[in-house]
Nanobody, 125 residues
Framework: QVQMQEAGPGLVNSSQTLSLTCTVSGGSITTNYCYWSWIRQPPGKGLEWMGAIAYSAGTYYSPSLKSRTSISRDTSKNQLTLQLRSVTPEDTAVYYC?????????????????WGKGTLVTVSS
C-alpha cells in the first residue's frame, strides 16, 4: 500500500518561494510508469494540476505555472519536492501529491490511484 505525505510551512510571505515535500512509503518513486503529480485546490475552487515528475525523472508542467514551478526528487529519501516561486495570496491552497500511471492522463484526477492528505499553505500579503 503506497502512502504519501506532504509537508511544508503552513504560511509563506508574498514574493517568497513555497517549498513542499512529499514523502512516499510502500513503493518506490522510480517504479516504472509511475508519474508523481502536484495538485492544488484553492479555497472554494476546483483542483488544479501543477506538474509531475516521472519514474524516469522527466518533468511535466502546467503551462500556466511553468515559469514559477520546479519539481524534483530525492531517490535516497523516496521524496518529491515542489518549489513555487514568487507566490501571491492567489497561491493559497491545499497542496496535494498524487500518483498516476499514464503519461497521457496526468491531469485525469480520477485515474490517480494514491493521494496524500494534502497540506494547507496560506500566502500572506
Amino acid at each position: 500500500q503506497v502512502q504519501m505525505q506532504e509537508a511544508g510551512p503552513g504560511l509563506v510571505n508574498s514574493s517568497q518561494t513555497l517549498s513542499l515535500t512529499c514523502t512516499v512509503s510502500g513503493g518506490s518513486i522510480t517504479t516504472n510508469y509511475c508519474y508523481w503529480s502536484w495538485i492544488r485546490q484553492p479555497p472554494g475552487k476546483g483542483l488544479e494540476w501543477m506538474g509531475a515528475i516521472a519514474y524516469s525523472a522527466g518533468t511535466y508542467y502546467s503551462p500556466s505555472l511553468k515559469s514559477r514551478t520546479s519539481i524534483s526528487r530525492d531517490t535516497s529519501k523516496n521524496q518529491l519536492t515542489l518549489q513555487l516561486r514568487s507566490v501571491t495570496p492567489e497561491d493559497t491552497a491545499v497542496y496535494y501529491c498524487a500518483r498516476g500511471r499514464e503519461v497521457g492522463k496526468l491531469t485525469y484526477y480520477a485515474g490517480m490511484d494514491y493521494w496524500g492528505k494534502g497540506t494547507l499553505v496560506t500566502v500572506s500579503s
